[in-house]
């Protein structure tokens, strides 16, 4: 969280607020919660504004800094919970040299796509704005761009990403003699030197981005495995997943998502101005070398592309040793998924247009298996583990899928995952409003986890160790408080406890690092929260005899307005823009008359469906 927090708010000014009153009853805690979100207001009331004036509740606070808007999560490690080693046997690597493996069974490089598959006629958007664009989110800081890296990651002697095996248990790791080559690794920090080099203004380091992101670029072609008419980037070690079944392979062995990465790599080295017309060339026909790995089907090896029995196709990142079979992992596909969505940048080429339409048919499809309701999203189709650190990854990936086709589709299934599981931040200086009544604060035993970046943790986002989150809010204490008078109190966090609804974490006062659940109109966080604005014009609609209500709020105090919408008929409305406003999801209308104005996105119905 950037920025200056708000002034504490002492117990004095906390019961000031509260109408001289704040009587409170602490309960020794132990378990884990029990009551949803909306049952920590002990005595709700028939008037919705009955405890909570309308000046709250109606209106948005001013002030700059503007909304809350969704993080983007640090990149996933691929090799997180896995173990990568040494390989026991030595083998030779049929490194290209120049000249295909003799041992392939296909040598013509392919014209046509690998199968017949599914597709739902989504389209890739030609004029995306510059930073919508696939890796321009994510570029590499200038201290990594020097060697050593952290970690047992460094670059070499020539600038290359390069994984050191660990020679000892020790925390943080000490690496090893010997580098290996790690793929992914290599593109993603090539692809974060591109995103550099486009927005640095200083020469020299313009410079040394270019040169590293050639390094990776270069390191691959050097490396690269010519079989089947395609270009294939080997990892050199073996690697084993304990929880993931089949994940089990002995170098050398290949990943849909580094093929596809490797194309956004090589394409975007193609089209930048800073690249020689020799360089150009060669990065294209790189780029045309790992397309052409994804033309390649499962009937033969290596392979990374599958149809599932359904017809639906699919990038494998983990594809097992039985043809057709593997993790079904949903963001290591997105990821190679950008490379398509880059390779038709650079050549217009319809297959890489078809692949993509297919792929985005298969995520649209399976979103329901990817969704895990009210709870965190699986990480594959395979093995259905919850997934406390990929869940935010999924939400940015849904949310460029968007970008990238316009499509309502993922817009709706974006909406349905923040709604799941919201990232937990808040703005710096946020506060709730707190009707009158009665409440149960929760004291909660979060633990605090070290990321692989050297930040802390403590949302049950990124556990490592609980699949679910759950396990890590035991309840230590609950406090029952009375306020006679509606009051405010400074947040820090705004987060889904697993099962029970949305709470906020106090952040100063009498009542720090208490938690209070969310129950519009009676607990809120004021003003705009977690704000997408959508790249197309959607639709809602509101059922014949629905009650629905229009808000047009006021700001700084000033009560706003509200609309009933109740018709016999249907009815539709054009809306640009979804966010948490005051303690609700809401979509805002676009035209009309009721331009401006919000309904709660829970009672109408929206369309991507």
């Not at 609609?541 to 700084?556: H, K, L």
Request: charged fraction near 20%; charge should be positive; aromatic fraction near 12%.
């Amino acid at each position: 969280m950037s920025g200056k927090r708000r002034a504490a708010v002492g117990r004095r000014r906390f019961i000031r607020l509260a109408g001289g009153t704040a009587a409170g009853a602490a309960v020794v805690g132990g378990g884990t919660f029990t009551a949803v979100a909306t049952g920590v207001f002990d005595n709700p009331t028939s008037d919705p504004f009955g405890n909570m004036p309308r000046s709250l509740a109606l209106s948005l606070p001013g002030g700059p800094g503007g909304a809350y808007e969704i993080p983007l999560p640090p990149l996933p490690d691929p090799l997180d919970d896995g173990t990568a080693s040494i390989p026991s046997t030595p083998r030779r690597i049929p490194y290209a040299d120049g000249r295909p493996d003799p041992r392939a069974v296909e040598k013509d490089i392919p014209t046509t796509l690998p199968f017949e598959f599914k597709k739902n006629g989504y389209t890739i958007v030609k004029d995306l704005p510059e930073g919508l664009r696939p890796w321009r989110n994510r570029p590499t800081a200038w201290a990594n761009v020097t060697p050593p890296l952290s970690s047992v990651y460094h670059l070499n002697t020539q600038g290359v990403y390069m994984y050191w095996k660990p020679t000892t248990a020790s925390y943080p790791p000490k690496p090893g003699p010997v580098g290996y080559d790690h793929p992914v690794g290599q593109i993603q920090f090539g692809l974060g030197c591109i995103a550099s080099y486009r927005t640095e203004t200083d020469p020299t380091r313009k410079a040394l981005f270019l040169k590293r992101a050639k390094d990776q670029a270069n390191r691959l072609i050097t490396k690269r495995v010519e079989t089947r008419g395609a270009w294939y980037f080997p990892y050199p070690w073996d690697y084993t997943h304990a929880e993931h079944s089949g994940v089990a392979y002995k170098a050398p062995w290949y990943s849909g998502m580094a093929q596809g990465e490797a194309i956004s790599l090589f394409a975007q080295l193609a089209m930048l101005d800073g690249v020689t017309e020799q360089e150009r060339t060669l990065y294209t026909t790189a780029a045309n070398g790992a397309f052409a790995s994804l033309l390649r089907a499962d009937n033969a090896y290596p392979w990374v592309v599958n149809k599932d029995r359904s017809g639906y196709l699919w990038i494998q990142e983990y594809p097992f040793k039985t043809p057709g079979t593997g993790d079904y992992t949903y963001n290591g596909m997105i990821f190679a998924m950008f490379g398509l969505w880059d390779y038709y940048q650079l050549t217009g080429n319809e297959l890489a247009a078809q692949l993509y339409d297919g792929a985005c048919t298969t995520m649209g499809r399976y979103f329901p298996l990817l969704r895990n309701e009210r709870k965190f999203s699986y990480y594959c189709q395979t093995h259905r583990i919850p997934a406390p650190t990929y869940h935010h990854h999924h939400i940015t990936l849904w949310m460029q899928l968007h970008w990238q086709t316009n499509s309502s589709v993922f817009a709706h299934q974006m909406d349905t995952l923040i709604d799941d599981v919201p990232p937990s931040g808040v703005k710096a200086g946020s506060v709730i409003a707190i009707g009158k009544g009665t409440y149960t604060l929760y004291r909660v035993d979060t633990k605090v986890v070290t990321l692989a970046n050297g930040t802390k943790d403590d949302t049950g986002e990124y556990y490592e160790n609980d699949k679910t989150g759950a396990g890590f809010d035991k309840i230590l204490s609950t406090k029952k408080v009375t306020f006679t008078k509606a009051t405010q109190a400074p947040v820090d966090k705004r987060r889904r406890i697993i099962g029970a609804g949305v709470w906020y974490r106090i952040s100063a006062g009498a009542y720090k690092n208490m938690w209070i659940g969310e129950a519009w109109p009676n607990v809120f966080l004021r003003g705009e929260h977690q704000p997408f604005t959508y790249r197309a014009q959607r639709t809602l609609t509101i059922p014949a005899g629905r009650d629905v209500t229009a808000y047009s709020f006021g700001t700084n105090n000033a009560t706003g307005t509200t609309t009933s919408l109740k018709s016999d008929t249907e009815q539709q409305y054009q809306f640009d823009r979804r966010a948490v406003v005051n303690g609700r999801a809401m979509c805002r209308i676009s035209a009309g008359d009721l331009t401006g104005q919000w309904v709660p996105a829970n009672q109408v119905v929206t369309d991507g469906r």
